[in-house]
């Protein structure tokens, strides 16, 4: 399933007529992107890691969740996704002490 969405945001229905508001128009969310290279024979040591940081994460005000994607034609490659409510939070977060631990 996927829905056309014009660039206002606005989702359209057949022949680009507008069909309604988005669902989730209202509610925003701010992504944070990363990519990460791991040496040979270090993937389930970097993993691990990920999972520590995940849960370090979680009591973070304004912190949604995270996904980590391994890549199947690049196997050192692991991408991470992180959702924050806001960009505010996704900051907070990055000068926080708990990353910098």
Do not use: C
């Not at 992504?31 to 791991?38: A, G, H, P, S």
């Not at 949604?64 to 991408?79: D, N």
């Amino acid at each position: 399933m996927y829905i056309t969405l014009d660039f206002n945001g606005d989702r359209l229905g057949a022949r680009g007529q507008p069909a309604g508001p988005v669902p989730w128009k209202e509610k925003t969310m701010y992504l944070v992107r990363t990519e990460f290279m791991v040496r040979g024979g270090g993937a389930a040591e970097f993993e691990v890691g990920r999972e520590k940081m995940a849960e370090v994460m979680k009591g973070q005000p304004g912190y949604l969740g995270q996904t980590l994607l391994h890549s199947y034609s690049h196997p050192a490659k692991y991408v991470v996704t992180s959702r924050y409510e806001g960009v505010e939070a996704a900051w907070a977060f990055g000068k926080s002490e708990k990353f910098a631990a």
